[in-house]
């Protein structure tokens, strides 16, 4: 006994009731039926399962049929499938149009049920319409302007939506940054008070007598400027982004950033075994920039490296220059970072790897952020620029490849470089 292999139908129907209609009709005249809703996914489909004949409706809410047609009849393997239009466009204009698109045969509705596996069995035996060639010219004339005008309203929907999106973007930045001036202000009065609180003599003599009220004070105050830390982040990347950073140009000696960068990490690295090592011979001593955008960025560079580097590791603090530019460079011995996150790193938000790991500590090993860091670094060098990347063989903490991150800027910034953030 023979097998007839079951031929395949896909029918792409927005309409649920023809869909069901249809597919039932089909599947019980003994065909596999696929259904699609939209061109698109009809074209998906019609890739991933090569049908024996696809049904389509014309009116679909992305791609009509006719150029879903046109589409898949640009593909090779779909040259010869049979494409039929079963639609309620009953004028012969519109027939001459599908015609015209690539379809091979035209079935109008209402569907009937009696009649339409015969039809379908029709072009899947090679039957096509066909109109004489003077229709058939016209016909496509008519079809191109459809798709052009089709596409110009597509393009204009898009560039108003791209508009309206513009338009909210800038709101959202714009209330970052007031949301942001906002709490800066009573943060800046909580800092106050709790030093004058502090200060106090009744209070003054509670905490030299009670250690704990020490602990307490100093964890007041440290997540108090752990606060004003990221309310500043947030307002440098918004002026940034904004293009509103005005760089206060001036002779920088970077060696001695470098210094204070390693030095300010010296108390909050004793709870850490991470070794930073930094030569101030090596490093250049002079360049045109902003001294404390500058130090900003190497600060976070260096921060980065020493919360993504475990105990035991090493962090490396390098610098070369010739006359135009000068490289600083920091590498770590750390988890390292996939090729593939190598450029989003540098977007604002961006936070790599596990956020559960994330602590709220700044120098803990993996402590949490913000994900503004690198943003904040890219939008500083460029802004003077320069440019800033990292080089790294991939993520892997267990065995520990490090990343470096190179930031090279002019020996001479230009007195404003105006930059876009993404
Ligand atoms: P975060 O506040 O999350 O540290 P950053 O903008 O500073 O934000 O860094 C973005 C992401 O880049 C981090 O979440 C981390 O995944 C990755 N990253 C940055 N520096 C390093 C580094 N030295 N080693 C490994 N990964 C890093």
């Known amino acids: 006994m023979t097998t007839v292999r079951q031929r395949t139908i896909l029918y792409i129907e927005d309409d649920p009731a023809s869909r069901t209609l249809v597919a039932r009709t089909l599947a019980h005249a003994g065909y596999r039926v696929l259904v699609a809703e939209r061109g698109l996914e009809g074209i998906d489909l019609a890739r991933q399962e090569k049908p024996d004949l ?35 466009q009953t004028l012969d204009e519109f ?69 309206a999106l513009r338009r ?9 940054q007031l949301t942001a001036h906002e709490l800066r202000t009573p943060l800046t009065l909580v800092f106050g008070y709790s030093r004058l609180i502090e200060d106090a003599a009744p209070v003054r003599a509670l905490i030299q007598q009670d ?56 108390e909050a690295l004793k709870t850490r075994a991470v070794q930073v090592h930094f030569d101030r011979d090596g490093w250049p001593d002079s360049l045109r920039g902003d001294a404390d955008l500058l130090l900003l960025t190497l600060n976070n560079l260096v921060n980065n490296a020493i919360k993504y580097t475990p105990d035991g590791g090493h962090v490396y603090l390098t610098a070369s220059a010739n006359e135009h530019t000068i490289q600083m460079r920091v590498k770590d011995t750390g988890i390292g970072i996939a090729p593939e996150e190598q450029a989003t790193v540098f977007e604002r938000f961006h936070t790599a790897g596990d956020t559960q790991l994330h602590s709220t500590s700044k120098v803990a090993f993996l402590g949490g952020g913000l994900g503004l860091g690198l943003a904040v670094c890219k939008g500083i060098v460029e802004a003077h620029g320069g440019r800033i990347w990292v080089e790294s063989p991939g993520y892997d903490p267990e065995k520990l490849p490090g990343s470096e991150f190179i930031m090279e800027l002019p020996v001479n910034a230009p007195p404003r470089h105006p930059v876009e953030v993404r």
Request: glycine share 6%.
């Open 211 to 266: 250690a704990n009220l020490q602990v307490l004070m100093k964890g007041l105050q440290d997540s108090i400027r752990r606060m004003q830390d990221i309310i500043n982040e947030i307002l440098t990347i918004s002026r940034i982004m904004t293009n509103q950073i005005d760089l206060s140009i001036g002779a920088v000696n970077p060696g001695f950033l470098a210094e204070q960068v390693v030095s300010s990490f010296e």
């Open 54 to 88: 696809i049904l389509t409706d014309i009116n679909l809410p992305d791609l009509s049929g006719r150029e879903v047609t046109t589409r898949l009849r640009g593909e090779s393997q779909f040259q010869t499938t049979p494409i039929v239009a079963l639609t309620a």
């Open 168 to 176: 909210l973007d800038k709101m959202k930045d714009t209330f970052i």
């Open 95 to 163: 027939r001459d149009i599908a015609i015209a698109a690539g379809i091979t045969g035209y079935l109008t509705k209402p569907i009937d049920i009696e009649t339409l596996p015969e039809s379908v069995e029709y072009y899947l035996r090679g039957g096509r319409d066909t109109i004489g060639p003077e229709r058939l010219s016209e016909a496509q004339t008519r079809y191109t302007q459809e798709v052009v005008g089709r596409l110009e309203a597509q393009i204009r929907d898009l560039e108003s939506a791209n508009n």
